[in-house]
């Protein structure tokens, strides 16, 4: 038996005989040789294929590859000035395993072929880096809660209530029932939980049905969230701060290659982490907004995208915008007791533009604040009963959060659209393939 090592083993290894098995990357063909660049999950090589070291059969074989196809090769490591990772492989034998004619991604493409070619293009260096990136924030996102003490908690992905706003709401066929929506947050089913676990955190699946073609918002995303019994607004914003920093951190630490394949500037990355996010509260944004960006925003009005870009420019760190008046936050965000007209919400905003990362509030526990803000949103509070149960039986103060995935994401590794983080994007215009 054979023993396969990756491209990067083979790198490191630097010299002596090696099998390894991928799939052809390019590949220039010549008279007395092929050039071959072999990829695999974890790097590329080159391989070279001599007409006079090989068998005619192989040598055929190097010649007919197609770009993709997949194969099987041994043979010595050279050291190798001119290529670009500094060896290269003479090749010894070769077998095609899954032959790959006319593969659809060439040169000249356009964004919306590669996302009809989606399944095919996850094999580029740009979406190989990009995931493993993913890999390394979704496990970081975990590995933190769960060293803070938090516990692993599903909610429901059918259920019965709005969270965030009706205009948003996937409505699903159950049974000819009508009134049951795809989840947009965990939030109505984690909150019930924290009676019985205390703090509890989840990655899972929302959706939203967003109608409009942005940069930032799809209509499927992973959502990290969590809730805390006895977690007050302050200790929030510090779980928010410190949920990030570990997560970026992480990154740095992991995916160093993948952040230069992707052209990132890590230093900003490394700047961003290094010192306190800013604090505000919405009010200050304002003025901030004002005095130094010229832009006059009516109090009361919600910070939209270019506000918030405006604002993240004068920063080079995340900001933390708290206090946002009640008008414009989620019914369940509680009022300040110092000012009835501002919420203890926050959001959470990404530096160089990538907007809201984090959505964030101290929860209401009076009941009949509640009712009373669900009625003025148009919502029947009858179907809240079960999560008004929880102001009912031993109601605690407590908060929670949720991040965008993608959003954090589609900071750390720099690209332009939130699209490219996520491995089949959904949004208003593709739910295929
Ligand atoms: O601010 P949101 O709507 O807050 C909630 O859903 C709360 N119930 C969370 C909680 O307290 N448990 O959403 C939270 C975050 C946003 O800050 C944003 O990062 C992300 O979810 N998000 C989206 N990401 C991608 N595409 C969309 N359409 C998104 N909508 C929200
Ligand atoms: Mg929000």
Same mark, same amino acid.
Do not use: L
């Given at each position: 038996m054979e023993t396969y090592i990756s491209v990067k083993e083979a790198l490191q290894k630097k010299a002596g005989n090696v099998s390894l098995r991928g799939w052809v990357y390019r590949i220039r063909t010549q008279k007395s040789n092929v050039f071959i660049m072999l990829r695999d999950e974890s790097g590329i090589i080159q391989l070279v294929a001599w007409k006079d070291k090989l068998s005619e059969k192989d040598f055929k074989t190097a010649q007919s590859l197609g770009i993709e196809a997949s194969i099987l090769v041994s043979g010595a490591l050279r050291k190798e000035e001119r290529s670009p990772q500094g060896y290269e492989i003479d090749i010894d034998s070769l077998e095609l395993v899954g032959s790959s004619d006319?593969?659809?991604? &060439?040169k000249d493409f356009s964004e919306e072929f590669l996302l009809d070619v989606r399944h095919l293009w996850l094999r580029s260096m740009k979406m190989n880096a990009i995931l493993k990136i993913r890999s390394t924030v979704i496990g970081a996102i975990h590995e933190y809660f769960r060293k803070e003490g938090f516990y692993e908690y599903q909610s429901p992905i059918l259920q019965s209530v709005q969270c965030?706003?009706? &205009?948003t709401l996937f409505n699903v066929d159950y049974f000819g029932e009508k009134g049951v929506f795809l989840a947009q947050t965990w939030q109505l089913y984690a909150e019930p939980a924290i009676f019985s676990l205390g703090k509890i955190y989840t990655v899972a699946p929302s959706f939203r049905a967003e109608k409009s073609k942005t940069s930032r918002h799809l209509t499927e995303y992973w959502h990290a969230e969590m809730e805390g019994a006895w977690i007050d607004f302050e200790m929030l914003q510090d779980y928010a701060e410190g949920l990030i920093k570990f997560v970026i951190g992480r990154v740095l630490e992991n995916n160093q290659e993948e952040l230069h394949v992707l052209k990132r500037d890590k230093r900003k990355l490394e700047t961003a982490i290094s010192k306190q996010f800013v604090r505000m509260s919405y009010t200050d944004a304002l003025n901030k907004l004002k005095t130094k960006a010229e832009m006059d925003v009516e109090w009361g009005k919600d910070l939209r995208t270019i506000e918030e870009d405006k604002l993240s420019m004068l920063y080079d760190t995340f900001i933390i915008v708290t206090r946002y008046p009640k008008s414009v936050k989620a019914f369940y965000m509680k009022e300040d007791p110092k000012d009835q007209?501002?919420?203890l919400g926050f959001d959470c905003i990404g530096p160089e533009?990538?907007?809201?990362i984090i959505g964030a509030s101290e929860r209401e526990s009076d009941l009949g604040k509640i009712k009373q803000r669900l009625i003025e949103q148009g919502e029947d509070p009858r179907q809240y009963e079960f999560y008004l149960d929880t102001r009912r039986y031993g109601s605690v103060p407590h908060s929670g959060f949720g991040m965008g995935v993608e959003r954090l994401i589609a900071y750390i590794t720099?690209?332009?659209?939130?699209?490219?983080?996520?491995p089949f994007p959904r949004t208003i215009n593709r739910y295929k393939p």
């Open positions: 006319n593969y659809p991604i &060439s965030e706003g009706g &205009s007209r501002v919420v533009g990538y907007g809201e720099g690209v332009d659209n939130i699209k490219d983080t996520i």
